[in-house]
């Protein structure tokens, strides 16, 4: 399994896999616009030429990072491909300075698994809603958020 910075060709496979995720409410819908404007965000797993995983480390605010659009191919789920691209965010972070990692998340069982742990929302900084004004779901976020602790 290679991982690396996505690039502009992984973008289509990108959306296949988070859209089959978004459509049974396992997680929000990314549009490609979104996917566009994000990618320098993103790490990929990519097996046989193939991108099979993608997890993305966005920046919120001072030393705060927002670990999102975290989804594998249901082929490869339950083989640490997940597990393994959220660890490389997390390292990357921590090089950039990040000290605060959170999550909202829908699969907050498998954070836990990676020492994220379950917070209130309003724990949160209010910087950190700025892009919920777009959300189908926005005010009534059901989400959950989790912090990982540095």
Known sequence: ???????FGDVETIYDIVKGYADS??????????LYETLR??????DGGKVVGVGGLHMMWDRMAEVRTMAVSPDHVRQGVGANIV??????GRMLGVEKFFTLTYKPGFFATLGFEIV????LPHKVWKECIDCPKFPNCDEIAMIYPV
């Open 87 to 92: 660890r490389r965010l997390i390292d990357e």
């Open 1 to 7: 399994m290679e991982y690396r910075k996505a690039v």
């Open 41 to 46: 965000d993103m790490i990929v797993a990519v």
């Open 25 to 34: 409410g396992d997680m929000l819908v990314r549009s490609r616009n979104t």
């Open 120 to 123: 209130s929302k309003d724990d």
